[in-house]
Structure formats: C-alpha cells, structure tokens
C-alpha cells in the first residue's frame, strides 16, 4: 500500500507559478514510477506529467508541455510538480498517483492521493 499526500495549491494570477508537492509512505518508494493528474469542474480526470522510479524518463500531457516540471526526490519520498504561466483553464483539483508500471502510471494507476485545488484567477 502507498499513501499520497499532495500539497503546495492555492490561488494565483494568470501568468504565475506554482509547486505542487506529494508526500508518499507506505511500500518503497523508489520502486514506483510516480504521475500528476487533475480534474476541472464538470470534466473528466486527465494525465498531466509522470516520471518513472529512477527520474530519468518524465512524460507530459500536451496541455502542459513546456509550462511545467515533474521531478522527484527518492531520498525524500517526494514528487513535486512545477507549473508556470498558469492559465485559468489550468484551474482543477490535481492528484498525485503512484504505479509500479511507468506506463500504467499514465492511465490507470494503482494509488492515488486525495488531491490539491488549484485556481488560476484571470
């Protein structure tokens, strides 16, 4: 079992930035390629970015390409998710996910966290 725990939304102005932050415990963490996903109001949940157990392959929706950073830090049980040049259309409650399969982790991943609201004010 892996617990999430995300942290780092709040509000900000269009054209800022921001950290997303998750906290995982439980089984090894370094073991589990690592995801971002979030869910706008009325939409369905979408992949944002992920990155693979070792850091070294990362993955991004194109809705965020060149906008954002996902990275990790195995010592610290720690993913994190940098976003800049937020767009209110970036506004939604972001989930952090954890899978032993990089792939799945872009889809389907087995755990997910409770989420963070960010809103991006225009």
């Known amino acids: 079992q892996v617990q999430l725990v995300e942290s780092g939304g709040g509000l900000v102005q269009a054209g800022g930035s921001l950290r997303l932050s998750c906290a995982a415990s439980?089984?090894?963490?370094?073991?589990?390629?690592m995801g971002w996903f979030r869910q706008a109001p009325r939409k369905e949940r979408e992949f944002v970015a992920a990155?693979?157990?070792?850091?070294?392959?990362?993955y991004y929706a194109d809705s965020v390409k060149g906008r954002s950073t996902i990275s990790r830090d195995n010592a610290k049980n720690m993913v994190y998710l940098q976003m800049s040049s937020l767009k209110p259309e970036d506004t939604a409650v972001y989930y952090c996910?954890?899978?032993?399969?990089?792939?799945?982790?872009?889809?389907?991943?087995?755990?997910w966290g409770q989420g963070t609201q960010v809103t991006v004010s225009s």
């Open positions: 990155i693979s157990w070792s850091g070294d392959n990362t």
């Open positions: 439980g089984r090894t963490f370094s073991g589990y390629a």
């Open positions: 996910a954890a899978d032993r399969s990089t792939a799945d982790v872009t889809t389907r991943p087995d755990y």
